[in-house]
């Protein structure tokens, strides 16, 4: 999702990921990511917390090449 907010002028990778499980998921869960300051589904109960750590750069852009 970051990759094409911020276009093909950047690498993004996954370093790092942790859940912690706040209580048992009784049925199917889903998980819904939104970029935006946005508050997601109000209404749903927390059954996990997810951190990520991304690296991010800008691409470096290999110099032109002679014919």
């Known amino acids: 999702m970051l990759m094409q907010t911020l276009g ?21 869960v889903y998980a819904h990511f939104r970029l935006d300051d946005a508050t997601l589904d ?16 800008r691409k470096m852009h290999a110099p032109a090449t002679r014919c």
Do not use: M
């Not at 093909?8 to 009784?26: A, F, L, M, N, T």
């Open 8 to 28: 093909r002028d950047y690498v993004v990778w996954d370093k790092i990921c942790s859940i912690e499980y706040v209580q048992p998921g009784r049925r199917w």
């Open 42 to 57: 109000e209404s749903g109960q927390v059954v996990a917390r997810v951190r990520k750590t991304l690296y991010v750069r």
